[in-house]
């Protein structure tokens, strides 16, 4: 769904205007990138891998605000995934050298402290450029890279903004679709629905095989029992 399909969809269902003199379609594009990224942040639907340059001696990075929620960091010399640790454990292994990162928005802490410029990978949701033109979709990885399937979810968002804003009656002030858009307590709604069906892309973790022989012995290739 495009921008301007989303902009039109707010647009007749509250009503809104669109003149010179009174261009309330300003606002629904506002509340339409506000439901963009308030969706991203709450569900986390799409995970990419960047490249974070890290600048040799520093202990603290700035990412300025470019990470909207941070999942997982590679260590630059390919042992596999950083621990994450809290901010004061972070500054305690980058005494000693061990391996773990913190994050705190914005601020990114790396254990052990590279000597050298360097990058790391990164996993998490990334701010997204905002939609502006009326071919824009937040289905663009650059855009948001939010699935055609989730974006009513954004309409609902600006649906309720858009109805605190009007006053609008029918809908007792868009708290209808606030309900629709998060559920009455903040836990329901388009965002449970999103958590569901991408915790179920997931791929399932595989069955843990129990080995036996650590209490039991083993067999001999004759068949002969092994054990304590």
Request: glycine share 10%.
């Amino acid at each position: 769904m495009n921008f301007l399909t989303m902009q039109n969809r707010v647009q007749y269902t509250l009503g809104m205007s669109d003149t010179a003199t009174t261009d309330e379609m300003a606002l629904a594009k506002e509340y339409l990138n506000e439901g963009v990224i308030d969706v991203l942040v709450r569900t986390r639907p799409y995970t990419r891998c960047i490249k974070l340059n890290v600048t040799a001696n520093t202990a603290v990075h700035d990412l300025v605000n470019l990470v909207l929620a941070l999942v997982d960091i590679e260590g630059p010399d390919g042992t596999g995934f950083l621990p994450r640790l809290t901010r004061e454990d972070a500054v305690t292994a980058q005494g000693t050298g061990d391996p773990g990162f913190a994050y705190e928005e914005p601020m990114l802490w790396l254990s052990p402290v590279s000597s050298s410029d360097t990058f790391v990978k990164a996993y998490g949701v990334f701010r997204p450029t905002a939609l502006v033109n009326d071919g824009d979709d937040p289905s663009d990885p650059a855009l948001g890279g939010l699935a055609s399937e989730f974006h009513p979810a954004v309409i609902n968002y600006a649906l309720w903004k858009g109805g605190e804003y009007l006053q609008h009656e029918q809908s007792q002030g868009g708290e209808r679709w606030r309900q629709l858009y998060e559920g009455q307590d903040g836990q329901g709604g388009d965002i449970a629905r999103i958590k569901k069906i991408l915790a179920k892309r997931v791929t399932p973790q595989g069955s843990i095989r129990r080995d036996l022989t650590r209490n039991l012995g083993s067999m001999s290739p004759s068949g002969s029992y092994i054990g304590g």
